[in-house]
T-cell receptor, first 110, second 116 residues
Framework: GENVEQHPSTLSVQEGDSAVIKCTYS??????FPWYKQELGKGPQLIID?????GEKKDQRIAVTLNKTAKHFSLHITETQPEDSAVYFC?????????FGAGTRLTVKP | NAGVMQNPRHLVRRRGQEARLRCSPM?????VYWYRQLPEEGLKFMVY????????ESGMPKERFSAEFPKEGPSILRIQQVVRGDSAAYFC??????????????FGPGTRLTVL
């Protein structure tokens, strides 16, 4: 089955800096890669996703890149703000079978 | 359009009791997924259901756990004879099925189960 690795497990940045979280996957058939943000005590919220026919997608301060050959994808957050502090999960989906990375705890220091 | 709803939000059970967790998917969604999350850990897939069918239960423990998604009403995750190790947050997600595209899953707020 699919195996998703996520790095780093924790990330601390100064407000205004950029944050990058990286994930790798094992199943070349995976064709959908969502990213979720989870705040304390809440459910995961979808923040951006990318499908395998696209290499990059951007939504305001958030961007995701996908390298199908290398089987890795990354989340980029620019101009970070304290409210970006949360746990971020990547996932890889094949045939509606979605597997999550272990999560990255992002702390943005004011 | 209401999002995915789960109840109860918090559930306390003593060892040996039964826990029933409910999930109502987003309007128009016919697929439901259950995940378990231990503190400081990621989401572990448990089971994937559509109305009246279990599609994939490869993540479900073989004993004490069961799930259903009846034709009418919410999806139910049932844990019999709970043990302390069952304490976790249980999240439900739902999606709209589209054969041509992978489905985006939207999550509910979760049920936090504590076993005393």
């Amino acid at each position: 089955g699919e195996n998703v690795e996520q790095h780093p497990s924790t990330l601390s940045v100064q407000e205004g800096d950029s944050a990058v979280i990286k994930c790798t996957y094992s199943d070349s058939a995976s064709n959908y890669f969502p990213w979720y943000k989870q705040e304390l005590g809440k459910g995961p919220q979808l923040i951006i996703d990318i499908r395998s026919n696209v290499g990059e997608k951007k939504d305001q301060r958030i961007a995701v890149t996908l390298n199908k050959t290398a089987k890795h994808f990354s989340l980029h957050i620019t101009e970070t703000q304290p409210e970006d502090s949360a746990v971020y999960f990547c996932a890889a989906n094949v045939n509606n079978d979605m597997r999550f990375g272990a999560g990255t705890r992002l702390t943005v220091k004011p | 359009n209401a999002g995915v709803m789960q109840n109860p939000r918090h559930l306390v059970r003593r060892r040996g009791q039964e826990a029933r967790l409910r999930c109502s998917p987003m309007k128009g969604h016919s697929h439901v997924y259950w995940y378990r999350q231990l503190p400081e850990e990621g989401l572990k897939f448990m089971v994937y259901l559509q109305k009246e069918n279990i599609i994939d239960e490869s993540g479900m423990p073989k004993e004490r756990f069961s799930a259903e998604f009846p034709k009418e009403g919410p999806s139910i995750l049932r844990i019999q004879q709970v043990v302390r190790g069952d304490s976790a947050a249980y999240f439900c997600a739902s999606s709209h099925f589209d054969r041509s595209l992978p489905d985006t899953q939207y999550f509910g707020p979760g049920t936090r189960l504590t076993v005393l």
